[in-house]
């Protein structure tokens, strides 16, 4: 968004797309630049790293391209202005080169600076030829704002060539290529891009509310010291844009407000139960503002949830932390550091700076793993959300090695995240229950580096300067987090028995499930299919290496949903709301049992649930999440009363009530 030297506002594709992801940003940009407020100066290194990442993913496809032989005129912006470039990038287009790069394309209000414009032999009145748009993005996967951008450059092209290119396409990080139909954007694109007209042509108020962009934009300082000044609901830890939406409808629009709120206020559209989590989260931070003293509240014990998904403590259990560069390489990063820390103190450190190195430390890991677990069978790997778990699944099955080894340790169990503990037994006083905010309880930090953002702009100067001091930093900074998970699980341990006396009940320690053992024929079979892919893969051969992943290929492909299965397994009825594909607090509607009648000693139930997302339907067979078995199988459903109708066993209704169903 800038003016040009008659005053007049011009607009870009990222315009657009900024002010889709907050329509209050657009807001800013204009006060920014009619002079009614000051742009705040805000080292944002992050940001940085990802815009200079991504232009050298450009240049890596420009290369390619040259190094294909591809004729390629480049325009750009020149001292003669955009005007002045736009006219050339016509003229270039007539000309009919293979490939226009930085292409630039105005018309009206509207500016824009295509990546790459390729040619294809088909006629417009261009001639036998005409173009379409590509651009280079460093997702592993096309983004909606880069399919806007893209359709802009598209509608810009029907107006030069006179026909709209039938394909776009995104250079994805990972080196793929994702193609689309412009003429299946164009009516969305042209109604948002008129949305933003209206906003600018005749600015409404707007509120800042916190979106996913906030980490990316300078204006974050401004809206920060907005939410303070207003003390709004988004400071409440947890808390949803449509939950303080509901709220400010009952006219509570401050964490004041919340916090001093009546118990057991009827909002509308909100569960009494949620309202209620959300008032106590405000009222523990209301305290600490008022008194400066953080404090803490053990939750209600739920069955196999919070302090219940602990196991005893064992001679052998580690604790681990991965740091990892999201843009070690395009598309794709790098773990670059496993750290680990056991009962005692002591600190290991697997590092690895190239691929090669990647799959030989996750090897060394899960090797370390499953030699302390033969060891001590009543050890357990803690860490602090599934950051660790998913990036582990993720490169044993990109690199085809281990795979059975993690399966295995998952299936057993092994791996305790901590925060779902935390989230699940406890409420804080922070506004956040990151690992930094909850240690505040049991120990200070010490470590130079603020946050895994840090480790990743300085992991990444390392690359370029070497400096071993930069990893030995990194490395301490890991340290610090593994013994942080080491000294939160010994905290959460001593707060058990203290949730016992208080709630006056028993809170058994975690047992995994019994572990069904293959037969010997099985798993000799199965440990001969993993030595051949492995031997398959490690040849380098680009068949034999596929060859090898494709070994198991549909037992591979089901894991992941039985992943999801027991991760969802482990969340509460209020967690499984946000869920999806998950139907979250669902409470019997006070109707009789209705007999189905005929040989089958199955009733049919009736239940409310408050209204959600979900991706159940009638037909379906569903699972309670506590027992982790069948709770029958849905025979009506009304999503607008939010009512359905289960099918039950006997069996199924001598397990007791589902307070949640799973697919």
Same mark, same amino acid.
């Not at 969305?188 to 209206?198: I, M, N, Q, S």
């Not at 899960?366 to 490169?395: C, I, N, W």
């Not at 509460?572 to 979250?584: F, H, K, Y």
């Given at each position: 968004?800038?003016?040009?030297?008659?005053?007049?506002?011009?607009?870009?594709?990222?315009?657009?797309?900024?002010?889709?992801?907050?329509?209050?940003?657009?807001?800013?940009?204009?006060?920014?630049?009619?002079?009614?407020?000051?742009?705040?100066?805000?080292?944002?290194?992050?940001?940085?790293?990802?815009?200079?990442?991504?232009?050298?993913?450009?240049?890596?496809?420009?290369?390619?391209?040259?190094?294909?032989?591809?004729?390629?005129?480049?325009?750009?912006?020149?001292?003669?202005?955009?005007?002045?470039?736009?006219?050339?990038?016509?003229?270039?287009?007539?000309?009919?080169?293979?490939?226009?790069?930085?292409?630039?394309?105005?018309?009206?209000?509207?500016?824009?600076?295509?990546?790459?414009?390729?040619?294809?032999?088909?006629?417009?009145?261009?001639?036998?030829?005409?173009?379409?748009?590509?651009?280079?993005?460093?997702?592993?996967?096309?983004?909606?704002?880069?399919?806007?951008?893209?359709?802009?450059?598209?509608?810009?092209?029907?107006?030069?060539?006179?026909?709209?290119?039938?394909?776009?396409?995104?250079?994805?990080?990972?080196?793929?290529?994702?193609?689309?139909?412009? $003429? @299946?954007?164009?009516?969305?694109?042209?109604?948002?891009?008129?949305?933003?007209?209206?906003?600018?042509?005749?600015?409404?108020?707007?509120?800042?509310?916190?979106?996913?962009?906030?980490?990316?934009?300078?204006?974050?300082?401004?809206?920060?010291?907005?939410?303070?000044?207003?003390?709004?609901?988004?400071?409440?830890?947890?808390?949803?844009?449509?939950?303080?939406?509901?709220?400010?409808?009952?006219?509570?629009?401050?964490?004041?407000?919340?916090?001093?709120?009546?118990?057991?206020?009827?909002?509308?559209?909100?569960?009494?139960?949620?309202?209620?989590?959300?008032?106590?989260?405000?009222?523990?931070?209301?305290?600490?503002?008022?008194?400066?003293?953080?404090?803490?509240?053990?939750?209600?014990?739920?069955?196999?949830?919070?302090?219940?998904?602990?196991?005893?403590?064992?001679?052998?259990?580690?604790?681990?932390?991965?740091?990892?560069?999201?843009?070690?390489?395009?598309?794709?990063?790098?773990?670059?550091?496993?750290?680990?820390?056991?009962? @005692?103190?002591?600190?290991?450190?697997?590092?690895?700076? @190239?691929?090669?190195?990647?799959?030989?430390?996750?090897?060394?890991?899960?090797?370390?793993?499953?030699?302390?677990?033969?060891?001590?069978?009543?050890?357990?790997?803690?860490?602090?959300?599934?950051?660790?778990?998913?990036?582990?699944?993720?490169?044993?099955?990109?690199?085809?090695?281990?795979?059975?080894?993690?399966?295995?340790?998952?299936?057993?169990?092994?791996?305790?995240?901590?925060?779902?503990?935390?989230?699940?037994?406890?409420?804080?006083?922070?506004?956040?229950?990151?690992?930094?905010?909850?240690?505040?309880?049991?120990?200070? $930090?010490?470590?130079?580096?603020?946050?895994?953002?840090?480790?990743?702009?300085?992991?990444?100067?390392?690359?370029?300067?070497?400096?071993?001091?930069?990893?030995?930093?990194?490395?301490?900074?890991?340290?610090?987090?593994?013994?942080?998970?080491?000294?939160?699980?010994?905290?959460?341990?001593?707060?058990?028995?203290?949730?016992?006396?208080?709630?006056?009940?028993?809170?058994?320690?975690?047992?995994?499930?019994?572990?069904?053992?293959?037969?010997?024929?099985?798993?000799?079979?199965?440990?001969?299919?993993?030595?051949?892919?492995?031997?398959?893969?490690?040849?380098?051969?680009?068949?034999?290496?596929?060859?090898?992943?494709?070994?198991?290929?549909?037992?591979?492909?089901?894991?992941?949903?039985?992943?999801?299965?027991?991760?969802?397994?482990?969340?509460?009825?209020?967690?499984?709301?946000? @869920?999806?594909?998950?139907?979250?607090?669902?409470?019997?509607?006070?109707?009789?049992?209705?007999?189905?009648?005929?040989?089958?000693?199955?009733?049919?139930?009736?239940?409310?649930?408050?209204?959600?997302?979900?991706?159940?339907?009638?037909?379906?067979?569903?699972?309670?999440?506590?027992?982790?078995?069948?709770?029958?199988?849905?025979?009506?459903?009304?999503?607008?009363?939010?009512?359905?109708?289960?099918?039950?066993?006997?069996?199924?209704?001598?397990?007791?009530?589902?307070?949640?169903?799973?697919?």
């Amino acid at each position: 968004m800038r003016l040009d030297p008659s005053g007049s506002l011009l607009l870009s594709p990222s315009d657009l797309s900024a002010h889709l992801a907050c329509a209050h940003l657009t807001s800013l940009e204009l006060s920014a630049l009619r002079g009614q407020i000051e742009r705040p100066e805000r080292e944002n290194l992050q940001a940085e790293l990802i815009r200079r990442k991504g232009e050298e993913h450009e240049a890596a496809f420009l290369t390619t391209l040259r190094a294909q032989g591809k004729e390629v005129v480049e325009i750009g912006i020149g001292d003669d202005g955009f005007a002045a470039a736009a006219a050339r990038t016509e003229e270039a287009l007539r000309a009919g080169p293979e490939v226009v790069y930085q292409a630039v394309l105005a018309s009206g209000r509207w500016r824009g600076i295509a990546d790459f414009l390729v040619r294809v032999d088909e006629p417009s009145g261009l001639g036998s030829f005409s173009y379409e748009a590509w651009d280079t993005k460093l997702a592993r996967h096309a983004k909606p704002s880069a399919v806007l951008q893209l359709t802009f450059y598209s509608c810009e092209l029907e107006r030069i060539q006179g026909r709209l290119p039938g394909a776009m396409h995104v250079v994805l990080g990972t080196g793929a290529q994702e193609t689309f139909r412009p $003429a @299946d954007f164009t009516a969305y694109f042209r109604t948002a891009r008129d949305g933003l007209a209206v906003s600018v042509d005749a600015p409404q108020v707007t509120y800042p509310y916190p979106v996913a962009h906030c980490g990316l934009c300078d204006f974050l300082p401004l809206c920060n010291e907005h939410w303070d000044r207003e003390d709004h609901l988004s400071r409440v830890a947890r808390i949803r844009r449509e939950q303080l939406e509901r709220l400010g409808l009952a006219e509570i629009s401050t964490l004041e407000a919340l916090g001093d709120a009546a118990p057991g206020m009827q909002v509308e559209r909100m569960p009494t139960q949620t309202f209620e989590t959300l008032r106590a989260q405000a009222a523990l931070q209301l305290s600490h503002r008022r008194t400066g003293l953080h404090r803490y509240e053990l939750l209600e014990p739920l069955e196999q949830r919070g302090l219940g998904l602990l196991p005893a403590p064992s001679a052998g259990d580690l604790f681990y932390d991965i740091e990892g560069d999201p843009f070690w390489e395009p598309g794709r990063g790098l773990e670059y550091l496993h750290g680990l820390v056991d009962r @005692d103190g002591h600190f290991t450190a697997i590092w690895a700076h @190239d691929r090669d190195e990647e799959r030989s430390a996750v090897e060394r890991l899960l090797d370390l793993f499953q030699g302390q677990l033969a060891v001590d069978p009543g050890m357990h790997v803690y860490h602090y959300a599934s950051y660790e778990t998913s990036a582990l699944k993720r490169l044993v099955a990109e690199f085809g090695t281990r795979e059975e080894a993690l399966d295995e340790l998952l299936r057993r169990e092994l791996f305790v995240d901590l925060y779902a503990v935390v989230r699940q037994s406890l409420r804080i006083s922070h506004p956040r229950y990151s690992i930094k905010n909850v240690r505040q309880f049991f120990m200070t $930090a010490e470590a130079d580096l603020a946050g895994g953002d840090d480790a990743i702009v300085l992991y990444e100067q390392w690359m370029a300067e070497r400096d071993p001091a930069l990893l030995e930093t990194i490395e301490r900074y890991n340290e610090e987090d593994c013994v942080s998970t080491l000294r939160l699980r010994d905290w959460l341990v001593e707060r058990k028995p203290e949730a016992e006396r208080q709630h006056g009940v028993a809170i058994p320690w975690h047992e995994p499930a019994e572990l069904r053992v293959p037969s010997e024929e099985t798993a000799q079979a199965r440990d001969e299919r993993e030595a051949l892919r492995e031997r398959l893969v490690a040849t380098g051969d680009r068949d034999l290496v596929l060859l090898g992943h494709l070994l198991d290929y549909h037992r591979r492909e089901a894991k992941p949903v039985w992943w999801w299965f027991f991760a969802r397994c482990e969340l509460t009825a209020e967690e499984l709301i946000d @869920d999806s594909e998950a139907i979250g607090l669902l409470a019997r509607d006070g109707s009789p049992p209705e007999p189905v009648g005929g040989k089958s000693k199955s009733e049919i139930h009736g239940y409310r649930f408050p209204v959600q997302q979900h991706k159940l339907d009638p037909g379906d067979a569903v699972y309670d999440p506590v027992t982790e078995q069948a709770a029958g199988t849905i025979e009506g459903l009304d999503n607008v009363a939010a009512t359905l109708r289960l099918r039950r066993s006997p069996a199924q209704i001598e397990r007791g009530e589902p307070e949640a169903l799973i697919p």
